[in-house]
């Protein structure tokens, strides 16, 4: 009796699939698959990076390091450089009891917040050694803390800015070659790296920073042009430490010294409040107003609540009740005095806008008493976009990019591209600033307004005393030719689509914001992306020569090199430091 085939009967041999052939065990040569061992001090495992993760992206900042690896989008590990951060190993004084009570000593101007920085530009004063010292504590934290890897022979992508001290380059540099013994140095630059990841060629980038605003051209991935401003978030903490000493922590009420007091009109130069307490607060509370007007969102809420109806009688007293103080920013916040956490002071809400105003855009200074290198945001920007070359200044004005820890703030992008905007209509781009400047250009446009007007009106007398009939009257032009619309040419039209066929629309000549994901995620993607930089430094090279080695040449060649199977931005030969020389 025949019976049915079975399934494993039915089922075809895996022997014909060519596919799965090298997953059959051999079973004339049993073995045992070989393992590779990374280290010496590893235990023996399969390695599981790709030859593109075996790199490691540093990014040093004024006051913070961030560490990771390429292809992701943040980094594994954001360490900061303060006093807490600097303790021995069983320092414990920070959790004693009583330790948050305890009377904290008084900072002069120049001197607060300078023991939670890594570095500043001017190095004079600056302990060289202290820097090396802190940037291999951090370092080696977040290798063996965050990173969980060996670091003795890992190429190192580290993001810099490019205008940075040949002083403070060389300690960075020697720090990372001589301890941990790296084979080669990739520099990056944060505005680069910045219009990259927001998808872009070429921009305004606008860092703000800790101690200083950099405003940085970048066409064609080039530096271009770059200013910079001591108005940065150093200014707005140090405004917001003034504010909260203005109130009396007992009594809450306030002092009688004026809101823009600094320097020797406020104690003497002498700061009372602690640097972590005035930045808990600017990160919390601090904002910035629209320049239409000081509370634009009451119109939003007023039709959000005409549209809503009337849900109850007491949801509506309670709008009634705080449609004048909510709306108008006049609600009171308690918040922790600085000086006894026991107490608690009242700030109105709008309070918290006016360090935000003085500090970047200097809303309470006169144009003569502004610096060079104090000049606020909105001007700054003016100014670079106007330092730059006509065909350059159509594409950057269209993509600004505004990075660095400032650019948070809510409602400070949006009131800088206003005040760009309006600075433009205003004063077009004319370099010529001051009264006598802006009479005259009211007389250029009284002018040309009356010019325009009497063409028009002689155009309109001689089309009524001509003799033409009535269909030559309407067919006629009442403005005058340099007003007509040029007249289309289908050749030129056909050509021009032809030219543009397959390639995407591009915005230029406004002002408009881009947004960006930061300098160490265009470090992660050009890493991943294996495209080669401008500056590789090699260990033996650097530990042979130093910086004296390397070739002077600010602008590399942007020419790759046929050999090369990678892409590359910059080729050159032999070792440059590019735009850090």
Not at 433 to 454: I, P
Request: glycine letters at 8%; a positive charge; hydrophobic letters at 35%.
């Amino acid at each position: 009796m025949a019976t049915a085939p079975g399934y494993f009967d039915r089922k075809p041999s895996s022997a014909g699939r060519p596919g799965l052939s090298h997953l059959q065990p051999n079973p004339s040569s049993p073995h045992t698959p070989q393992r590779t061992f990374s280290s010496a001090f590893n235990s023996p495992s399969l390695s599981y990076r790709t030859p593109e993760e075996e790199t490691v992206i540093f990014e040093f900042g004024n006051r913070h390091f961030s560490a990771g690896f390429p292809g992701e989008s943040a980094p594994r590990c954001r360490l900061m450089f303060g006093p807490e951060e600097s303790r021995r190993v069983g320092d414990y004084r920070r959790w004693m009891p009583g330790s948050g009570e305890r009377k904290r000593k008084r900072q002069r101007f120049d001197d607060w917040g300078d023991d939670h920085e890594l570095w500043r530009m001017d190095v004079r004063g600056l302990d060289m050694g202290l820097v090396g010292d802190k940037i291999e504590r951090a370092v080696r934290e977040a290798v063996t803390k965050h990173l969980l890897i060996d670091m003795k022979g890992r190429k190192l992508v580290v993001v810099l800015p490019s205008l940075m001290p040949h002083p403070l380059l060389n300690m960075v540099l020697a720090t990372l070659f001589t301890t941990f013994q790296n084979p080669m140095i990739t520099l990056l630059s944060p505005p680069v790296l910045s219009t990259v990841v927001a998808g872009l060629r070429s921009g305004l980038v606008v860092d703000i920073g800790w101690r200083e605003t950099i405003v940085t051209g970048i066409y064609e991935y080039r530096e271009v042009h770059e200013k910079r401003t001591t108005r940065a978030m150093r200014m707005v903490t140090l405004a917001m430490a003034r504010l909260l000493e203005r109130q009396d922590p007992e009594q809450g009420k306030q002092n009688k010294r004026p809101a823009d007091a600094v320097g020797e009109e406020a104690d003497n130069g002498i700061v009372a409040v602690d640097l972590e307490q005035a930045e808990e607060i600017t990160t919390r509370m601090a904002w910035c107003r629209s320049r239409s007007g000081p509370f634009p969102a009451s119109q939003t809420s007023q039709d959000l609540s005409t549209q809503l109806g009337n849900v109850s009688i007491a949801e509506n007293e309670r709008k009634d009740s705080a449609s004048s103080s909510d709306l108008i920013g006049n609600t009171p916040i308690p918040i922790p005095s600085p000086f006894s956490p026991r107490l608690s002071i009242q700030l109105l809400f709008s309070a918290f806008a006016s360090p935000v105003e003085t500090a970047l855009l200097g809303n309470s200074m006169l144009r003569h008493e502004l610096d060079d290198n104090d000049q606020p945001l909105h001007k700054l920007i003016y100014n670079s976009l106007l330092s730059l070359p006509p065909d350059v200044r159509a594409v950057c004005m269209s993509r600004i990019i505004f990075t660095g820890g400032g650019s948070k703030i809510p409602g400070l992008k949006a009131r800088l591209l206003d005040e760009v905007a309006a600075l433009v209509e205003a004063r077009g781009w004319d370099p010529v600033e001051g009264k006598v400047a802006d009479e005259r250009r009211k007389r250029l446009r009284e002018v040309s307004g009356n010019r325009q007007a009497t063409k028009v009106k002689e155009v309109g007398t001689k089309n009524m005393n001509s003799s033409f009939d009535e269909k030559a009257l309407e067919a006629n032009i009442s403005n005058p030719a340099s007003l007509a619309p040029p007249v289309s040419d289908p050749m030129e039209e056909k050509i021009r689509r032809e030219q543009n066929k397959g390639m995407k629309p591009t915005v230029s000549g406004v002002v408009r914001g881009v947004e960006t994901l930061g300098a160490w995620a265009g470090a992660s993607l050009l890493v991943n992306l294996r495209i080669k930089g401008v500056v590789e430094i090699e260990r033996d090279a650097f530990l042979q020569h130093g910086l004296a080695g390397a070739r002077r040449d600010a602008e590399a060649s942007a020419a790759p090199q046929k050999a090369m199977p990678r892409p590359s931005i910059g080729w050159q030969t032999g070792w440059t430091l590019g735009p850090w020389a």
